[in-house]
């Protein structure tokens, strides 16, 4: 059933216009005109410069960095949806940030992803999307409907061309295991997990390896990279028989420099291939670096929803 009455309009901020000008061309529509301003004091004002009763607004707006910045933004658009009288407000949030503290790993510290989603249900948004979030428990901070997406079917596709049939599926750590183990029964390749331990806030050391990677190609999956440490844990993996060179399959390329030199000076990397949840500028468009599009992924939900039909279960993060 399509909702004739409540026109579908697809919105952007600044974050990452060009994912949703892709997503808006495919569904059909014009990306609606909406303006973003960067006063003088630091102040964001935000103004949507068309009518929007009535309408059924999808606003598109990774939170990739600087993050503060387009948070704000984000809440300040919601903010004037409502007050515009849209008839219904969904979240398309590629990149959900502060993802990585959903939980107090010590005393007396904030848990900013539920923050964060505090911070949405306050703006009445009656949906909220994201791509292959750090912690599934994330979903449980919010009350109402989220869709836990997965960049994974996109990866996996890419993965099944020839030239892979030899490789094994390496998880980075314990709590990406059933992630890789989804991976590596659609490829039908081994799974293997490595095991390691925090020795600082940003700093982990690798244990041991469990499984065979004995003679076996690496593809070494994870949700985000960026400061780079998923890329020096290699050791590892060729101490223990590992040979030719590692892929990486990635969703969120933040890629801080630390993360674009380690792939200059470690000829043990073939690639990074990730997803354009964050955009990904000239300067992090490393040769090593190779993007795939999510937008056909994502449109493919927003007009899902919007004609009031199901999610196929393989977007779903599960």
């Known amino acids: 059933m399509v909702h004739s009455y409540h026109p579908l309009s697809i919105f952007s901020g600044s974050a990452h216009r060009e994912l949703a000008e892709e997503i808006a061309q495919l569904l059909g529509v014009s990306l609606g005109k909406a303006t973003t301003r960067r006063l003088p004091d630091s102040e964001i004002h935000v103004k949507i410069e068309e009518v929007v009763r ?3 607004v999808f606003f598109i ?3 990739s960095a600087p993050v503060n910045d387009h948070l704000v933004e984000m809440l300040l658009y919601l903010d004037a949806f409502r007050r515009a009288s849209a008839h219904r407000v969904s979240l398309v ?3 959900y940030p502060y993802a990585r503290q959903d939980r107090m ?3 007396r510290e904030a848990i900013s992803a539920r923050v964060v989603a505090n911070m949405i249900e306050s703006m009445d948004v009656r949906r909220v999307m994201y791509v292959d979030i750090h912690n599934r428990a994330i979903q449980g901070f919010f009350n109402i409907p989220v869709d836990p997406l997965s960049a994974l079917p996109l990866l996996a596709e890419y993965f099944s061309r020839p030239g892979y049939e030899n490789a094994a599926i390496v998880s980075p750590d314990v709590g990406r295991a059933g992630f890789a183990g989804r991976y590596a029964e659609l490829l039908n390749l081994p799974l293997v997990v490595m095991h390691k331990r925090r020795t600082g806030f940003s700093t982990t050391q690798t244990t041991h390896v469990v499984g065979d990677i004995e ?3 690496p593809i070494v999956i994870d949700d985000i990279v960026a400061g780079g440490s998923v890329l020096k ?3 590892a993996l060729y101490d223990a028989g590992a040979v030719g060179k590692t892929v990486f399959s990635i969703t969120h390329p933040v890629l801080l420099p630390t993360a674009l030199q380690r792939l200059d000076d470690d000829e043990r990397i073939e690639k990074l291939v990730v997803t354009n949840t964050v955009p990904v500028p000239p300067e992090k468009r490393h040769p090593k670096v190779e993007v795939l599009s999510i937008a056909p992924l994502l449109a493919e939900i927003i007009n899902k929803i919007y ?3 199901s999610i196929s279960s393989r977007l779903v993060l599960s």
């Open 54 to 56: 009535d309408q059924d």
């Open 61 to 63: 707006q990774p939170c």
């Open 93 to 95: 949030m590629p990149y």
């Open 105 to 107: 790993a010590q005393g």
């Open 215 to 217: 003679g076996r190609r």
């Open 233 to 235: 844990q290699l050791d």
């Open 307 to 309: 004609r009031g039909e």
